[in-house]
């Protein structure tokens, strides 16, 4: 009865009445949004496939109801074809040391005339065992030897270069390898490695593994630069950046928010660089001296490094088709019309994969610029067919002004469609964060970057990280400057293979 006296007067007042269900409607609407992104971010694997809101907002366990419209469209016919069934087990590398065992019967005489048995054949059994590392203490010893009749001076033996990479300091390349590994390709942060190592009963303080660090990255620092110079000459790159949390070593406890800027040269050069703003200057030290085209998404730090005669941006379609994904709930017909669509010029790009850059060019020409006209066609009919305040409203424009650009991906055969390929070299940036939370401080964030700059490179060209840096961390104290770039991950040839 309290309730129903609240709203007692609006029986006289209808238009006080349509105001509030109207608001209701709204806060409903951005609440059922709110709940489908949510869902989508906790119980759907990071991909952009299509899911529909019913399979979001119902509760587990059910299945979504399908009409026969539905399942119809959902049809889909493989052709035959055959399929090679692979049985058995791969077999294990041949680089693996074998340690032979033999077994000999118990018994080696015959049990009906007491002869010596004599090997006549062998059945052999792989098992394939772990040794875990271990540490050791390689002692170098400088012999002091003098002449016993003279007895005049004393010669002394030297170290070599690779006993000791970091003047003053203990430990051995394989010990450097190990930490900066572990912590920049496979996540580690330094405290977990401070307990394994404690485990095998040395001590090493997080703060002493600092130290070491800054160490390599005065070596792997000037690698970066050539790097950096490398990738930037390419007149086609794509950029794109990411958060860090930084302690701010002036006000303890306080943490202040970096970025790494990230530039992708296809196929196979990648660098980043750490700033401690997301401004357009940024941008624009990150690109300096470079000319040609940039692929990045529509964030307006990058506004200052598009100058009309040195640089033209292109757009990404995958940040574009985001938004339709995400916004499915606002307008379902509308956004499914749309991404079927940008589908349409996806599969283009799958089919075209394995073409050379001349024939790919030729093809988009023939067959994705219409489609990709008519998807811009299909962005401003929706746009004039939905209410100014409609919620879909504030995702149509961020497509409809990046036309110019995003047909600028049919230039050239070699252009990407999206992003995507940096973005996928920023995703162990992303989970090493999610280990180690925070750098130490601004320089600890400059080392890290020069860090993935160079592993990421690796990857990108499929060399053993380990190896590579191994085989750095030995060669360079030796090397001349000018042969620097033959340690470069895509130009370094492995010694050991």
């Known amino acids: 009865m309290e309730q129903a006296s609240r709203y007692e007067h609006l029986r006289k007042d209808p238009d006080a009445l349509f105001s509030i269900i109207s608001k209701l409607e709204s806060d409903l609407e951005r609440l059922q949004v709110y709940l489908l992104n949510s869902n989508r971010k906790t119980f759907v694997a990071k991909s952009e496939r299509q899911i529909s809101s019913q399979e979001l907002l119902i509760g587990f366990g059910e299945k979504p109801v399908t009409t026969k419209e539905e399942e119809v469209e959902e049809t889909l016919t493989v052709p035959e074809h055959k399929?090679?069934?692979?049985?058995?087990?791969?077999?294990?590398?041949?680089?693996?040391?074998?340690?032979?065992?033999?077994?000999?019967?118990?018994?080696?005489t015959c049990g009906q005339?007491?002869?010596?048995?004599?090997?006549?054949?062998?059945?052999?059994?792989?098992?394939?065992?772990?040794?875990?590392?271990?540490?050791?203490?390689?002692?170098?010893?400088?012999?002091?030897?003098?002449?016993?009749?003279?007895?005049?001076?004393?010669?002394?033996?030297?170290?070599?270069?690779?006993?000791?990479?970091?003047?003053?300091?203990?430990?051995?390349?394989?010990?450097?390898?190990?930490?900066?590994?572990?912590?920049?390709v496979d996540h580690l942060p330094l405290n977990r490695l401070e307990q394994i190592f404690f485990r095998q009963g040395i001590e090493i303080a997080r703060q002493r593994m600092c130290d070491w660090l800054a160490g390599v990255s005065i070596y792997l620092e000037m690698l970066w630069r050539l790097l950096k110079q490398e990738t930037l000459s390419h007149n086609y790159v794509q950029a794109d950046e990411t958060y860090i949390k930084v302690h701010e070593i002036e006000i303890p406890g306080q943490l202040v928010q970096g970025y790494f800027w990230g530039v992708h040269a296809p196929p196979n050069l990648a660098f980043f660089e750490y700033f401690d703003n997301r401004s357009g200057q940024a941008a624009k030290d990150v690109?300096?001296?470079?000319?040609?085209?940039?692929?990045?998404?529509?964030?307006?730090?990058?506004?200052?490094?598009?100058?009309?005669?040195a640089v033209e941006r292109i757009a990404c379609m995958a940040h574009i088709r985001r938004r339709f994904i995400d916004g499915?709930?606002?307008?379902?017909?509308?956004?499914?019309?749309?991404?079927?669509?940008?589908?349409?010029?996806?599969?283009?790009?799958?089919?075209?994969?394995?073409?050379?850059?001349?024939?790919?060019?030729?093809?988009?020409?023939?067959?994705?610029?219409?489609?990709?006209?008519?998807?811009?066609?299909?962005?401003?009919?929706?746009?004039?067919?939905?209410?100014?305040?409609?919620?879909?409203?504030e995702h149509l424009p961020y497509a409809l002004k990046q036309k110019t650009e995003m047909f600028r991906y049919?230039?050239?055969?070699?252009?990407?469609?999206?992003n995507n390929p940096i973005e996928r070299q920023i995703r162990p940036i992303a989970l090493g964060r999610k280990n180690y939370l925070f750098a130490g401080s601004h320089e600890g964030a400059k080392r890290a970057a020069?860090?993935?700059?160079?592993?990421?490179?690796?990857?990108?060209?499929?060399?053993?990280?380990?190896?590579?840096?191994?085989?750095?961390?030995?060669?360079?104290?030796?090397?001349?400057?000018?042969?620097?770039?033959?340690?470069?991950?895509?130009?370094?040839?492995?010694?050991?293979a």
């Open 450 to 496: 020069i860090f993935y700059s160079l592993l990421a490179t690796c990857r990108l060209n499929k060399v053993n990280p380990a190896a590579w840096l191994t085989d750095v961390l030995k060669t360079m104290p030796t090397l001349e400057r000018s042969r620097y770039p033959e340690l470069l991950p895509h130009r370094w040839k492995n010694p050991n």
């Open 410 to 418: 049919l230039d050239d055969g070699r252009y990407n469609i999206d």
């Open 83 to 108: 399929r090679i069934l692979k049985r058995g087990r791969k077999p294990l590398p041949s680089n693996l040391p074998v340690r032979r065992k033999e077994h000999f019967p118990e018994d080696m």
């Open 113 to 184: 005339c007491g002869e010596g048995l004599v090997k006549i054949g062998e059945e052999v059994t792989e098992e394939l065992e772990y040794i875990p590392a271990h540490f050791e203490v390689i002692q170098h010893a400088k012999i002091k030897c003098a002449c016993p009749n003279c007895k005049v001076g004393v010669s002394q033996g030297k170290l070599p270069v690779s006993a000791q990479p970091l003047a003053g300091a203990r430990p051995g390349v394989g010990l450097l390898t190990f930490i900066l590994i572990s912590k920049y």
């Open 287 to 309: 690109l300096s001296g470079f000319t040609g085209r940039v692929q990045t998404d529509a964030y307006a730090g990058y506004n200052p490094v598009l100058l009309p005669d």
């Open 328 to 393: 499915n709930k606002l307008a379902p017909s509308e956004c499914d019309r749309i991404v079927k669509q940008i589908s349409k010029l996806y599969a283009f790009e799958a089919k075209w994969k394995e073409l050379d850059a001349a024939e790919r060019f030729i093809q988009r020409q023939e067959l994705a610029r219409p489609e990709l006209e008519k998807l811009f066609s299909i962005l401003t009919e929706t746009s004039n067919s939905l209410m100014p305040r409609h919620n879909l409203q």
